[in-house]
Structure formats: structure tokens, C-alpha cells
């Protein structure tokens, strides 16, 4: 059977065509789409036409390609932005007139479990880690072992939230940092009171173009989870945050869609690893379309 799952997340839309054969799956086609779903409209609970507009014309093309490999079945899943908005049914319903795609949005609980399922399928666990995936809508972290989840919770603090929220200079400025570090601090009181590890896994995403900036090399596609050191990523973080906007837009590792908020992310993963005294990074090339794929399949 030939399936594909299609995360339609804030900032940017997923898909992933697979064959499912008695020895697992065998990855056929992946590939992701700049949408800016959020963009103007997530912290007012709304899709904007703009934005409406791009989401299905993603979806068509996503559905032309299923088509020419013979996709049997697609899931498609809703996140932050989605779930936010109080016309996710007119984006819901338009999406299946133009493409026969059914879309399920899924709450934050749900999001997290996908997402460590996805990470458990190309992570070896040595010990108890905290996964972090970024985000445009929300955040999840996930404090985890090899066996389950300890625990987890999604905070909507993505970073198209934040970067909509506030006015930030740029490159950022020193108080912009505190006031993203602050944000984040009230936003996730109390969740990591009882966490202890020193071990971070960042969930694709922007922790790919992180990896690509430090190693001047693509992604390893389709493998486990990649390594770096926790000075090479200070500084690439650091590096980011003190950039401009001109500066990333030269840097044909950053892709669009990441080039305005890579400041934003790079402030969030730095105030993690500031916060549990990270020592030990891994990045996976899975999150949560691959949790669908293994567990919705």
C-alpha cells in the first residue's frame, strides 16, 4: 500500500509518501512547502485570505504529486494554526472540495505523542531527554526515555506567535532577547521544575537548518539522528541571533520560510539549553509526520 501523510503545520506544510511492505517503510517522495499559514492572523484565531489562499493551493499540489505515485490513502493533519482559528472549518471544507483530502486537527496532547513517536523511530535513547519541536504555532517538549513519555506539554509559543506579537529590532537587540526570554519563561512556568537531563533532541525543523549551517552540508535524508557539539551549536545560535534579516536572506541554507523568525528559534533553543544545562545535542531528521506514518498506518 502506497500512503501519505500531510502535516499542515503553521509555518510550514509536510508531506511524506511512503510504501508500507511487511518489512516497514520504505520513504518514497518527502518534501516541504513554505506556507505561512499563521502569518497575520494566528494571534487574532484567524486564517487571513492571504494565507487561506496559499494553504490550498499547497494542498493541490501536494495532491497532484500523491497522484502521480499513486497514493491509496492521505492523512492530513491540522496543528496549532488550526486549531486557533475560527475559520479552520471554511479552510477544512474548501481543502476537501479542491482536493478530496480529509484534514484532522489534532490537539496539543496528541501533537507531542506523534512527535515522540516519530523521533523514537530514528533515535536511539541513551538516557532520559527533553525533544523540542519548534514550531511556528506552538512548542512541544517532550521529556522522555527509550520506553515512553514522562512527560510532555504543548505551549503556544511557536515562533510565528512571537514574532507577531512583538516589535523586535534587527538584528535583535539585547532587550529583544529578554523579552522573548521572558515570554517563554512565563509561558512554560512550572513545566520543567521536575526535569532533569542534560540531553537535548531537537525535532527536525529548524534544528536541520541548524545542523546545515554548522556542518556546510545537507541534511542526511532518511537516516537516524545527527550529532553536533554543544559549542558548535552556541555558536551557530548565537551567530543567528545576532544576524539580519539581509545577512540570512544570502544564506541559501536558511530557506525562506525561515529566514525572517531563525532568530526567534535560535533564542528558544538557547534558553533550553541555558535552563537544563544542555551538554549533549542530537537532531532528528523525523518529528511528527513520521509518527503518523508509523502509528496511523
Not at 486564517?47 to 489562499?53: K, L, N
Not at 532533569?196 to 534544528?207: D, K, P, R, Y
Not at 539581509?246 to 528559534?265: G, T, V
Amino acid at each position: 500500500m502506497i500512503g501519505a501523510v500531510i502535516d499542515l503545520g503553521t509555518n510550514t506544510f509536510n508531506l511524506l509518501i511512503f510504501k508500507k511492505t511487511a518489512t516497514g517503510n520504505k520513504i518514497l517522495f518527502n518534501h516541504k512547502e513554505g506556507v505561512a499559514l499563521g502569518m497575520g492572523g494566528i494571534n487574532h484565531q484567524t486564517i487571513t485570505s492571504d494565507a487561506f489562499e496559499r494553504g490550498i493551493a499547497t494542498l493541490e499540489n501536494f495532491k497532484a504529486i500523491c497522484d502521480q505515485h499513486g497514493v491509496e490513502q492521505i492523512r492530513a493533519i491540522g496543528t496549532s494554526a488550526l486549531r486557533a482559528a475560527e475559520n479552520s472549518d471554511d479552510f477544512i471544507q474548501a481543502a476537501y472540495a479542491m482536493t478530496e483530502i480529509p484534514i484532522t486537527i489534532i490537539d496539543g496532547e496528541t501533537e507531542a505523542e506523534l512527535i515522540y513517536r516519530g523521533i523514537q523511530s530514528a533515535h536511539i535513547f541513551e538516557d532520559k531527554s527533553i525533544i523540542l519541536d519548534i514550531g511556528g504555532g506552538s512548542s512541544e517538549f517532550i521529556f522522555a526515555d527509550k520506553h515512553e513519555v514522562i512527560k510532555s506539554k504543548s505551549f503556544e509559543i511557536g515562533v510565528s506567535r512571537i514574532y507577531q506579537q512583538f516589535e523586535f529590532s534587527d538584528p535583535l537587540s539585547n532587550s529583544d532577547i529578554d523579552a522573548i526570554i521572558n515570554y517563554l519563561e512565563q509561558s512554560t512556568k512550572g513545566f520543567f521544575d521536575d526535569i532533569q537531563t542534560n540531553i537535548l533532541i531537537g525535532a527536525s525543523g529548524s534544528f536541520e537548518t541548524f545542523y546545515e549551517i554548522i556542518e556546510n552540508i545537507d541534511f542526511p535524508s532518511h537516516t537516524h539522528s545527527q550529532s553536533v557539539s554543544k559549542e558548535n551549536l552556541r555558536q551557530c545560535l548565537d551567530n543567528l541571533m545576532k544576524s539580519t534579516l539581509a545577512e540570512r536572506k544570502l544564506d541559501n541554507r536558511i530557506i525562506p520560510i525561515r529566514k525572517i523568525m531563525a532568530p526567534i528559534a535560535a533564542v528558544k533553543v538557547m534558553w533550553l539549553m541555558d535552563k537544563l544545562d544542555i551538554d549533549t545535542i542530537y537532531i532528528s531528521p523525523n518529528s511528527m509526520k513520521e509518527g503518523l506514518m508509523e502509528h496511523l498506518f
